[in-house]
Each structure stands twice: as C-alpha cells, then as structure tokens.
C-alpha cells in the first residue's frame, strides 16, 4: 500500500509540472529543476513519506506498540493532525515526524513550600491543584496577595478577622470566627483596595489565632454591644495576634 501511494504521489508531481510548464518564467527545463529540489527537500525530513501516510502503514505503531486501527493511517502518528506531526514543521521542506513529546516535568517542591499530593489505591500520585504545603508553619496555603502587595503562600483557614466583632466594649481589639467547632490556627482578613482601572481586589492579613472567648462586641455604625447569645450557638471566636506579612513566603 505504501508503495502504491507512492506512485500515486510521484505521478501526481509530473502531471503538475507539465501543466505549469507553458506558465513557467523559466521554461520547463526550470521549473523541473525547482520540482525536483522541492521534492529532494521534501524526502530528506526524516520519515517525510511514512509520515504523511501514517506510521499505521504497517499496522504497527511507534516504539514498537501496536496500533489499534493502523495510527496515522488517517490521522495518526505523523498525519498532519496527528500527535506526530505539527502543522509548520518543515513547510520549506515537507512534513517530518517529530520524537514523542517528554513526559511533563514533575512539580519540585521548594525548601518550604512543598507540593501536596492525592494518591488512590492503584497508584495515582498527582499534586493539588492549588493547595501546598509550609513546612515551617506546618500549614496548608495557596498563593495569594498579601497586605504588601507581594503574592505569597498565605494560610487556608476557615477563620476569618473582618469589622463586625472585638473582644472589647469600646470594639478595638477585633476577634476571628469561624463555625461552629473548628479549631483554627490562624485567620486571614481581606482589605479591598482599588485598582487603576476602578475595580477592586483584595489583598490579605494574616493572623495567628488564640484562645477562645464567649465574651464578644459587635459594631454598628458607632454603636459597640455586647453581642446576642444566640450568635455564640453557631459561631466560635478566638483572639487573634498579627502576623508580620513577611512571615510568609
């Protein structure tokens, strides 16, 4: 079959250069020669011809695997839109086949940051999408922008310091909430700042959380009140310290 094609290939070349003959500057003499150079050019892209056919000329795959209906044969390795070939490779000088593209290179783990990963029970170990690791801190993080304006691996809490509740009557010393029996280690507050364009983003503090406290205040507008009990039914709040944004990286 492969031979065929071929034939078929060559045959239809001559019958190019004959018809374009009388339109040629140069005569027929000149464009054989650009023909033929053409053609030379194009059978020395190494396995021009097998990959425009399709390594499934054979039946039989790259690397020794076997094809399952004769790959590339429409296609298939080396077809133009196989994963053997690319459209611009070689267009001065015809299609060749390109090496397997390499396996993609694992994710490296810093010396704090460090990849985490999934695993199943048959062998999967793949790294998270967007979670990591710090070692110093032993938490999880992900990146975000930090209050510096620096993007850093900031903690993944559920707690979070905002302006509603203090720890104190005059609703100064803020305090961290979070549902209902989780026990954070730290709690990140947001701060929108405005953007050239005049949207919005946010930028996070980070807070290292304390103790518990059931006494808590709450603002509004200028008014400070010791909270209603009901809120302590669904929520928990800690004490909170700041942290330094450079604590993190």
Same mark, same amino acid.
């Given at each position: ?65 076997? =094809?399952?209906? +004769? &790959? /590339? @044969? $429409? %296609? !298939? #390795? *080396? =077809?133009?839109? +196989? &994963? /053997? @070939? $690319? %459209? !611009? #490779? *070689? =267009?001065?000088? +015809? ?155």
């Amino acid at each position: 079959m492969m031979r065929r094609s071929i034939e078929w290939f060559l045959g239809s070349v001559l019958v190019y250069v004959f018809v374009a003959a009388c339109a040629a500057p140069g005569g027929i003499g000149d464009l054989v020669e650009k023909a033929t150079g053409g053609l030379k050019s194009m059978m020395e892209g190494t396995g021009a011809i097998a990959g425009a056919l399709g390594s499934g000329a054979s039946n039989q795959a790259p690397n020794g695997g076997k =094809a399952e209906t +004769g &790959s /590339g @044969a $429409t %296609q !298939g #390795e *080396g =077809a133009n839109q +196989g &994963s /053997g @070939a $690319t %459209q !611009g #490779e *070689g =267009a001065s000088g +015809g299609m060749s086949i390109m090496n397997p593209v390499p396996e993609a290179d694992a994710a490296e783990d810093g010396t704090r940051i460090v990849n985490l990963y999934r695993t199943t029970a048959d062998g999967l170990r793949a790294p998270e999408a967007f979670y990591f690791w710090d070692k110093e801190l032993e938490v999880r993080c992900y990146f975000q922008l930090a209050e510096d304006g620096k993007e850093r691996c900031l903690p993944v809490s559920s707690a979070s310091v905002g302006t509603s509740y203090f720890a104190d009557s005059g609703c100064s010393v803020p305090v961290s909430f979070v549902s209902k029996g989780i026990c954070p280690s730290y709690a990140v507050s947001p701060t929108a700042v405005a953007s050239c364009d005049s949207t919005s983003t946010y930028r996070y503090s980070t807070y290292e959380v304390g103790s518990k406290t059931t006494v808590v205040y709450s603002k509004s507008g200028d008014t400070c009140t010791e909270v209603n009990p009901a809120t302590l039914d669904s929520l928990d709040f800690y004490s909170v310290t700041k942290m330094d944004t450079t604590m993190w990286t």
